[in-house]
């Protein structure tokens, strides 16, 4: 599967982005996914993910300000980011994993300013 992440920016401190991550080549609905997040200097964490039935799970850092979504009719999936701080500043990836198949899409950029 090809992954396509979008809506990365730079924006103040308390602000919101919403992140895209859009899919092809195989069944969307039939993955799990996720998106990371990598800082300079830092490993990459896991921010939040959702399965393809209904778990959803999140870091606690970003608990009660993001979202994660997914549209499996639009082979979409989405993370809604407000009230941002700067240690959010980082490079977002999403992923699709289903058993030992893993897909990473390019990233896109977040920076959050104080």
């Known amino acids: 599967v090809q992954l396509q992440a979008s809506g990365g920016g730079l924006v103040q401190a308390g602000g919101s982005l919403r992140l895209s991550c859009r899919a092809s080549?195989?069944?969307?609905?039939?993955?799990?996914m996720a998106w990371f997040r990598q800082a300079p200097g830092k490993q990459r964490e896991l921010v939040a993910s959702i399965g393809h039935g209904i778990g959803i799970d999140y870091a606690d850092s970003v608990k009660g300000r993001f979202t994660i979504s997914r549209d499996n009719v639009k082979n979409t999936l989405v993370l809604q980011m407000n009230n941002l701080r700067p240690e959010d500043t980082a490079v977002y990836y999403c992923?699709?994993?289903?058993?030992?198949?893993?897909?990473w899409g390019q990233g896109t950029q977040v920076t959050v300013s104080s």
């Open positions: 992923n699709a994993q289903r058993g030992n198949l893993n897909y």
């Open positions: 080549g195989r069944t969307f609905s039939n993955y799990a």
